[in-house]
């Protein structure tokens, strides 16, 4: 069974541009999450998807950090102008079932990004 | 709210030495309970977790840990490190949100094995 995908692996921009992540889930699995990790700190909850609806993104900076799940399936998070403390590794995971909280989540590589 | 304390930053220790890191959660109402690991350049694989039941977990590569309520702990420990073993280890448990659940993770532990 294929993993959870991510890509790029590794980005480095200037402050003020925009970039984007790619997530493609384990096939099937429902719920699909993004979080940050600051170096140094655990991963921190952005956005959670339940199919490609939004079940809650109250963690996401939502002036400049935008998500949106494609039929379901792939996702995308975007950083729309990034700033130098965006610095971190987004995951992304994935679960097979609704929202239950006994799912295990299964994670990506991540993407590491760096803000100059 | 629900969360997690993982008291050590940092745990040196010889390779076929056992090792415990400590987790600390604190909770109102009932618990799950999640150990990954984060190999360097990683995403987070999960060692073990606890739901209910047996207070005993074991988990994959040689992990267990023990649910204990009254000291709210979920120390994670192992008989006998391997240098492989080296990664960073977070504690986490599952807490409802406004409309799902999401993982509140500890700040990790790093655990390095030394020849």
Do not use: M
């Amino acid at each position: 069974e294929a993993g959870v995908a991510q890509s790029p692996r590794y980005k480095i921009i200037e402050k003020r541009q925009s970039v984007a992540f790619w997530c493609n889930p384990i096939s099937g699995h429902a719920t699909l999450y993004w979080y940050q990790q600051i170096l140094g700190q655990g991963p921190k909850l952005l956005i959670q998807f339940q199919n490609n609806g939004v079940v809650d993104d109250s963690q996401l900076p939502k002036d400049r950090f935008s998500a949106e799940r494609l039929k379901g399936v792939d996702s995308t998070l975007k950083i729309q102008p990034a700033k130098l403390e965006d610095s971190a590794v987004y995951l992304c995971a994935s679960s097979p079932v609704r929202g239950v909280r006994t799912d295990t989540q299964y994670f990506g590589p991540g993407t590491r990004l760096t803000v100059l | 709210a629900q969360s997690v304390t993982q008291l050590d930053s940092q745990v040196p220790v010889f390779e076929e030495a056992p090792v415990e890191l400590r987790c600390n959660y604190s909770s109102s109402v009932s618990v799950y309970l999640f150990w990954y690991v984060q190999y360097p350049n990683q995403g987070l694989q999960l060692l073990l977790k606890y739901l209910s039941g047996s207070t005993l977990v074991k988990g994959i590569n040689g992990f267990e840990a023990e649910f204990n309520k009254s000291q709210t702990s979920f120390h994670l420990r192992k008989p006998s490190v391997h240098i492989s073993d080296t990664a960073e280890y977070f504690c986490a448990v599952n807490v409802l949100t406004g409309g799902g659940n999401k993982l509140t993770f500890g700040t990790g532990t790093q655990l390095k094995v030394e020849l």
